[in-house]
């Protein structure tokens, strides 16, 4: 899956994904400015949709779990990616 977005997304640097309790994911590309570079996906593994609970409150950020972002080779310096890190995920 973060192929295809990557691979959708010519400007991205990564993928930023964040998993719920409930199994669903959220995911987006992101430029290296730490802005969007695609829409943001939600999906759950092996279903054809997303569970009821996200798709009541679109996947809250008080359900998450992990957040990261899955680089893309050759990943950017150090001081980029945790530029991008707190702009994306936070603190």
């Not at 997304?9 to 990564?14: E, F, L, R």
């Not at 409150?57 to 950017?76: A, C, H, L, T």
Request: some cysteine.
């Amino acid at each position: 899956m973060i192929e295809g977005i990557l691979e959708g997304s010519p400007d991205a640097v990564g993928v930023a994904v964040i998993r719920l309790d409930c199994g669903c994911r959220k995911m987006a590309a992101i430029n290296s400015q730490g802005e969007p570079a695609s829409k943001i996906i939600m999906y759950r593994d092996n279903a054809l949709s997303i569970c009821e609970l996200c798709q009541d409150d679109q996947g809250s950020f008080s359900r998450v779990i992990r957040q990261f972002i899955s680089w893309k080779k050759p990943e950017p310096d150090h001081a980029t990616q945790q530029m991008i890190t707190r702009k994306v995920l936070g603190s």
